[in-house]
């Protein structure tokens, strides 16, 4: 048994390479040992690595491609690259959601790039947005800071916005989502979990996306989530990851404290006859003190934990999908942080053969902390800048000496670095504790009557609603002794959306298909938030509102509104190789005034 352990071992080897196709790297191709789970995704440049042994295949998958294999033997080299070709077939037969309705992508004269599930699984992401980032053509995902959860900033071919923001439409199960932005912070997107979400549409031209009328002016982005399949057996997936986060590499090197001293003297010559500054040069070099802020502030690992559950199947009359999720992920600064917890329950149900009914519901939580002074670019207290700003001289430690001056060790932390003539920047976030927590709910239920073959009528009821609460605390020591300050703030949002639509789809004499929709869309928004802080704490262990001495004038807001459209398309084919298709919208806004609120958005496109 020892001996064929020992060979098993001496088998086993790493194989790498690039997959990829007539245009370069594959993103997220899945390469996976047949027959097991074990497997990888590519990178954004397509290169992957995987540990196999001799006698496995390697299947190599990416949607709307051939799949590929290649068994491993002795004989077989260390790097394979494997170049993907398009299966025709496939791609015609892809179904997407575009639009109110459903079609072959092969019939769309619009720009449209799909992400399926694979593609979500290749990268472990907070939130749905990050995935685009790399594997759509056409669209700029960046972040502004690597703080759990926050919000990427998605372009679709570049910026162009009629609302006052450049970021897409998402729609969620033909819900739009993200209407209310109740903190910089957060993100609407990071309710979702993106273990729940099959597949990805990005509608990017004027073709694709007028049917979404003024709201698709940076494009749209439509998120399908799981369903249960007529006649799948009941089936239970869990699921768990563990990760850590860290620092890409810093490229920058910064002084140690001797060649910063010795960079003051050749600023100021005089420097090297003053005793003082001489003996603090020697004392640091000496002693070995020299203090790395990157390594301070960024030099630590975080970690991610993510657990999912869910349950999916399905019979003749009755499909279901219900999950769990449970996200916990901690930033490399100390005090940013992201907890998520997750409910989704997608049911339909055949009432009869011409009548379908359903639900989809999503109810997360959130709970998170953002970094002190992130905000604030040049703020000394602001971690990535302190990080090059502060004197490599400076300890981060208490220096401790015996009577006659002699160096002995280092102490506890400092909180106040009296060369730098800053707060501790840790220790100002620990007198300073903050919360942020949110309750999200997003939702529809759905009729589909079918009277005759190719005539659909569905109408859908949509609602987002959320409670966000932020508090905040400055105890009453330190830089603030005395004088403590606390603050509450408080946000309720809603949303209903109601969409009737009428689609008829039929052929003629075989080679010519034509599809019409009709709709209505209503869109109720109402908001209200209520902030409060009071000044004059005088005790850090008395932090409610009540215990300031100094109450500040409340804020309070309310925001009311309704938007109405009305759209049309209409669709032609001709032997499913000359298309034709057309779609007009009319919006109306009670943001404008009354005689300008009405504002009409069409499109036509062919191939």
Known sequence: TMLCACFGLMAQRTISGVVSDAMGGLPGANVMIKGTSTGVATDMDGNYSISVNNGDVLEISYMGYTTKTQKVTAKTPSTLNFSMEEDAKMMEEVVVEAGYGKMRKSDLTGSLSSLGEDAMKAQATVSVDQALAGRVSGVQVSSSSGQPGQEASVRIRGVSTLTGNSSPLYVVDGMPIGGGKQSADANPLASINPADIVSMEVLKDASATAIYGSRAANGVVILTSKKGKKGQKAKINVSAQYGVSQMTGDKVEMMNAEQWLGFQEMLDPSMKNNAAFQDWKNFCIDNGISTNWADIFFGGTAPTKQLDVNVTGGNDI???????????????????????????????????????????????????????????????????????????????????????????????????????????????????????????????????????????????????????????????????????????????????????????KFNLRGKNDFSFLVGQESIVTSSQSFGVSVDGLTDPRLTLMSAGSVPNLPSHSKSDRVFNSYFATFGYSFADKYFVDGSFRRDGSSLFAENHRWGNFWSAGAM
């Not at 959130?366 to 502060?390: D, L, M, P």
């Not at 007198?431 to 709910?441: A, C, E, F, N, T």
């Open 318 to 504: 009755l499909n279901y999908y219900l999950s769990m999720g449970h996200y916990d992920a901690e930033g490399i600064m100390d005090d940013s942080n992201m907890r998520r917890e997750t409910f989704r329950s997608n049911i339909d149900a055949n009432v009869n053969n011409w009548m379908k009914v359903g639900a989809n519901l999503n109810l997360s939580y959130q709970k998170y902390g953002t970094t002190a002074f992130g905000g604030t670019g040049n703020s000394v207290y602001n971690k990535a800048y302190a990080s090059r700003i502060y004197r490599p001289d400076q300890s981060y430690y208490e220096i401790l000496t015996d009577e006659e001056g002699n160096f002995t060790g280092f102490g506890d932390r400092l909180d106040y670095f009296d060369r730098l003539g800053y707060y501790n920047p840790y220790y100002l976030s620990e007198i300073q504790p903050s919360s942020k927590d949110m309750v999200r709910l997003n939702g529809n239920t759905f009729i589909n009557i079918n009277p005759f073959k190719g005539f659909n009528v569905r109408s859908a009821q949509g609602v987002e609603a959320y409670d966000y609460r932020s508090s905040g605390v400055a105890l009453p020591i330190g830089p603030f002794e005395g004088n403590g300050s606390a603050s509450e703030s408080f946000q309720r949002y809603y949303s209903f959306t109601l969409t009737n639509t009428a689609e008829y």
